[in-house]
């Protein structure tokens, strides 16, 4: 969808790859923000079926944090490269260089070198955590 979009309104190609990169970068954030959520607020869902069970209050509210902040944490580091470059070539500073294109790759690097520690942590939590998480997904107490 980024290339067509790319070709429908004649982007420079840097914006096109920076949009790949900043996509690649929102995917990283928001799995690791997905799989916190889902080790600390997991809730049952049936099989057969895609209804959940009534999860308690703490879980709603866990969710709805997560649903709320999510496009934050997801979304600003692949708006702030694009906004530097606005300024940038608003202001005069800057013109027809892949700003936007050379901080996504930044950022991108910054963000796989903290996935990776972060990975590392949430799976540490996961395996303390597994026989509360099998509890409440299964919906039986062992």
Same mark, same amino acid.
């Not at 920076?18 to 923000?33: G, N, R, S």
């Not at 916190?36 to 999860?55: D, E, V």
């Not at 972060?118 to 919906?139: C, D, K, N, P």
């Given at each position: 969808?980024?290339?067509? /979009?790319? =070709?429908?309104?004649?982007?420079?190609?840097?914006?096109?790859?920076?949009?790949?990169?900043?996509?690649? +970068?929102? #995917?990283?954030?928001?799995?690791?923000?997905?799989?916190? @959520? $889902?080790?600390?607020?997991? =809730? %049952?869902? *049936?099989?057969?079926?895609?209804?959940? /069970? !009534?999860?308690?209050?703490?879980?709603?509210?866990?969710?709805?944090? =997560? %649903?709320?902040? $999510? *496009?934050? &944490?997801?979304?600003? *580091?692949?708006?702030? *490269? &694009?906004?530097?470059?606005?300024?940038?070539?608003?202001?005069?500073? &800057? /013109?027809?260089?892949?700003? $936007?294109?050379?901080? $996504?790759?930044?950022?991108?690097? %910054? /963000?796989?070198? @903290? #996935? !990776?520690?972060?990975?590392?942590?949430?799976?540490?939590?996961? %395996?303390?955590?597994?026989?509360?998480?099998?509890?409440? &997904? +299964?919906? !039986?107490?062992?």
């Amino acid at each position: 969808m980024i290339a067509i /979009t790319g =070709f429908a309104f004649h982007l420079r190609p840097d914006h096109v790859t920076a949009a790949i990169v900043q996509l690649a +970068t929102m #995917y990283l954030l928001f799995m690791a923000v997905a799989n916190a @959520c $889902s080790i600390h607020a997991p =809730f %049952a869902i *049936p099989s057969g079926t895609l209804k959940g /069970t !009534r999860p308690n209050m703490s879980v709603i509210l866990a969710q709805l944090g =997560f %649903a709320v902040a $999510s *496009p934050v &944490v997801v979304g600003l *580091p692949a708006v702030i *490269p &694009v906004v530097v470059e606005i300024v940038l070539v608003q202001t005069g500073v &800057v /013109t027809g260089m892949p700003v $936007s294109l050379g901080l $996504s790759v930044a950022i991108l690097a %910054a /963000t796989v070198w @903290c #996935y !990776r520690r972060i990975l590392t942590w949430e799976g540490r939590l996961l %395996a303390a955590r597994e026989q509360q998480i099998l509890e409440v &997904v +299964t919906g !039986r107490k062992e």
